[in-house]
Structure formats: structure tokens, C-alpha cells
């Protein structure tokens, strides 16, 4: 997952909009129930863990990595496990990042958002630090929360302009996950990528020849009631719409 943005009204509801980034030719799983653990997630084949799911009385998680190819590690474990942990148990949030600072070192730097049914939360890795979130409008890419990318501004400022709807209907929504505009060179961040790159990472729905936005993601949270919409695409296009709606209080 490489952008994430909500807006979190307690007692009213949360609108979660989030796109997943990856090369086209990591195996994945579409948005489905597993079988263990009674998760709605997608699944990455490749590691085991997830970027997105929701699980029992209301948890929901998402991930994106932090962009600095300088702290990559190949022999790092998968930070998709971290997502998928935190909704199979029932720690609450604060509990869950205590015991994940001291693990922290041993992944890639990544940024986690929990959300326990009660308190909203960001871990950023770097540094081992846990963010309370207020209500309102926040968002994550591939930084620090709430750093000030073109893309998470407009998306960001997009859903200050909707708020937290009764209803959602995903084809209203999408648009705003499927925008190719990128930035301008003045405007880019220096992530120690090649500048046709952080060019091209500038979009919010990003399409390259081998790496690109494999899915966009819309979780709506109201009441009892949690639905999770998932498009599909690859490199050939778009793939399938899945709708999932999770079951009250599991």
C-alpha cells in the first residue's frame, strides 16, 4: 500500500480511501475472506501477509513502505505480516506498537495504521514512533504522515470536500484513486530515486511498464456496518470490482 487517506468522524464514521503500488508480477490474492483468522483481505502471495484488511469487532489495518532505497534490505522479513497479526488478535492498538518497537529495526522502514474499533493510530518506523490521529481528514504515503505530496494533498483536500457520506457508492469514489496527474519537477520530493521515477511515483494512480497501482481501495465504516470495495488492475487493464461487507461485530 503506497497511499492511504481518511477522514475518521468518531460516532459518525470513517471513510478510508487507500491505493496498493507493486510490480505487476508479485502473486496476489484479490479482496476475499480468509480462511484463517476470518479476515477481509487481500493477500500477497509472496510473503504471506496483507496492505489493507479489516478483522473481528471492527480492526482495521493498512501499510505503506517508506520510500528510501538506501535501508532497503532483500533478507528483511515481510512487513505484511504486521497488518495481518494486529487483525487475527485482540490487543488493542497502543498494546499491539509497544511490542512492535523493539521489532521494528528488523523490517524495512514501513508506516502502520490501526485502527482497534475505539483509537485511530500511525507507527512510523523510523524512529519507532507512535502518532495519535484525531478526527478529521489525515492521509500517508510513502513518508512520514501527513508529509505534503502533491498526491496526498489532493487527495487529502478531495475528501475534506465530501466528508463522511451515509451512503457510498464506489463509482463516485474511484475517480479520485484513479488520477494519473503527476507533479511537477519542482514539486517532487527527493527520495534517492532517478527523477523519472519520483516523477512517475508523483501520481496517485501510478502505471509504469512493470510496477503500478494493483488495487484501489475504499472502506466505509458506519454503525455496525463496514463495507470494503477493491478494483482490480494489471497490466493488461482493469480487472475485477469486489465488494465485501463485513459481519457486525466480527
Not at 487529502?156 to 503527476?182: I, K, N
Not at 534517492?192 to 503500478?212: C, H, K, M, N, W
Request: glycine fraction near 10%; aromatic fraction near 8%.
Amino acid at each position: 500500500m503506497c497511499l492511504i487517506a481518511w477522514n475518521w468522524q468518531p460516532g459518525k464514521g470513517l471513510l478510508l480511501l487507500a491505493n496498493r503500488d507493486e510490480f505487476y508480477a508479485r502473486p496476489t490474492l484479490p479482496l476475499h475472506r480468509w480462511a484463517d483468522g476470518d479476515l477481509l483481505a487481500g493477500k500477497d502471495l509472496q510473503g504471506g501477509g496483507t496492505w489493507l484488511g479489516l478483522g473481528r469487532g471492527g480492526r482495521l489495518a493498512a501499510l505503506t513502505n517508506v520510500r528510501d532505497p538506501r535501508q532497503f534490505r532483500a533478507d528483511a522479513p515481510t512487513r505484511g505480516t504486521l497488518v495481518a497479526d494486529f487483525l487475527r488478535g485482540e490487543m488493542s492498538g497502543p498494546a499491539y506498537l509497544a511490542q512492535l518497537v523493539p521489532q521494528a529495526p528488523a523490517f524495512n522502514p514501513f508506516n502502520l495504521l490501526l485502527f482497534d474499533g475505539e483509537r485511530l493510530l500511525g507507527f512510523e518506523s523510523q524512529g519507532a514512533r507512535t502518532i495519535p490521529l484525531s478526527a478529521g481528514v489525515n492521509a500517508v504515503s510513502n513518508a512520514r504522515f501527513n508529509t505534503p505530496w502533491p498526491k496526498l494533498q489532493r487527495l487529502t483536500h478531495a475528501l475534506r470536500q465530501r466528508g463522511v457520506p451515509d451512503v457510498v457508492q464506489p463509482q463516485d469514489v474511484l475517480p479520485l484513486l484513479t488520477d494519473t496527474q503527476t507533479a511537477s519537477d519542482a514539486q517532487l520530493p527527493d527520495t534517492g530515486v532517478p527523477l523519472a521515477t519520483e516523477r512517475a511515483l508523483s501520481a496517485t494512480f501510478i502505471r509504469t511498464p512493470d510496477y503500478g497501482t494493483r488495487a484501489c481501495s475504499i472502506v466505509h465504516m458506519r454503525g455496525q456496518q463496514t463495507e470494503f470495495w477493491e478494483q482490480e488492475f494489471g497490466a493488461d487493464g482493469v480487472g475485477t470490482l469486489r465488494h465485501q461487507i463485513a459481519i457486525p461485530g466480527g
